[in-house]
């Protein structure tokens, strides 16, 4: 086995576009409470996802899930508690050095004015992690992991929603991420597209090694590819546990969360607070 690489290569050698033999992660959340203003939006959360797991974060809107990514990412600083990622704490600068993390956002949040191919180079590029050379090559291996080859050339406003999903999430496999996060990677997809990206997930794991942590409340996507999952409601994580023993939990929130039966007779609207 290859030593582990800490950092992104700074080698010019083309060989370079094969991923670097990376160790993936844990994360741990202890305690994690966030405040903004006075509004609580985490409360007292705790949860590990373990290096190669694929740990699917569940819950209603604006229960805090990308608030929580956020935190991973160091976008956000707890207001008490701590999150670390391979035991350094997320919020500390050099954390990011020395473990490749990458977040594909909701929106995709690609780069309009670029090409696929630059918005997959832009970081590459700026880090200078290849050569020209090398820099195509691993740019080109991520599209073709995610069959978006004939892709390269077009630019976002050409695709539809799957293929800008795609491409964001092949624009975090340039960066040869020890762990992924995905902020509703599935939203606003029809179902087989959802299905695709879960696959997708699940594959990526299979040949990357990563650690992925996945916002969402695609029900299919968590029940299927997920090794555990966890339910945010109203900042507090209700339950974790495998997705059988989620769909056996007896606890009504979860089971209303995840399989909420539609009923005329005595409509949810009708019961809303104002
Ligand atoms: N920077 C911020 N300042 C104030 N409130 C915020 C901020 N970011 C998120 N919130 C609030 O925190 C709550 C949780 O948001 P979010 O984590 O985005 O929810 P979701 O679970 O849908 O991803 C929402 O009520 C949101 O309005
Ligand atoms: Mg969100």
Known sequence: MPTPEAHPASSSDPAAAAPAAAQAVGVSIENLSKQFGTFEVLKNVTFAVEPEEIFVLMGPSGSGKSVLLKHIVGLELPTSGCVTVDGRDA????TRE???????FQSGALFNSLSVFDNLALYPREHRV???AGIREKVMRALQILSLENAAQKFPSELSGGMKKRVAIARALVMEPQLMLYDEPTSELDPVMSATISEIIATLKDEYHVTSLVV??????ALNIAHRVGILMGGSLVVVGT???LKASKDPRVAEFLNPKIDLKNPRFKKLET
Do not use: G, I, K, W
């Not at 020395?98 to 594909?104: D, E, K």
């Not at 969402?216 to 996507?221: I, K, N, T």
């Open 91 to 94: 919020a500390a600068e050099d």
């Open 98 to 104: 020395h473990v490749r993390m990458a977040l594909v």
């Open 130 to 132: 290849a050569n020209a």
């Open 216 to 221: 969402s409340h695609d029900r299919e996507l």
């Open 243 to 245: 997705p059988s023993e």
